[in-house]
């Protein structure tokens, strides 16, 4: 069994973050990351938060039907110029009920 601690502050972008989000509220889809990317919300998805109570940011809300985000082509997303160079990509989810294939 391994254990799961809840950050109890926002990350804060280092060297090698990419893309940061943190979903807040009040500053909408902005990018913490060093370069700063322009994300945009599609067919109605959303920030809501902060969840759980007391966390440090908020999430983005999907309704599983056509809601995205979209974020246009940038040299640093081609997770393929350089196979020997290790990446992380990490996020956190919280589905309302499973059951059916999530896509």
Known sequence: AS?????????SSDVNTL??????PLND???????????T????AHITG?????SVAGRMTFDGVDDDITI?????????ADLKTDYTIQFWVRHNALGATQT
Not at 41 to 44: F, I, R
């Open 3 to 11: 254990t799961i601690t809840t950050p109890t502050a926002q990350h």
């Open 19 to 24: 893309l940061l989000l943190h979903f807040d």
């Open 29 to 39: 889809l902005l990018d913490s990351g060093n370069t700063v990317h322009t994300i």
């Open 41 to 44: 919300s599609v067919n109605g």
């Open 50 to 54: 902060p969840f759980p109570p007391s």
């Open 72 to 80: 246009p082509q940038h040299s640093d997303f081609d997770l393929t």
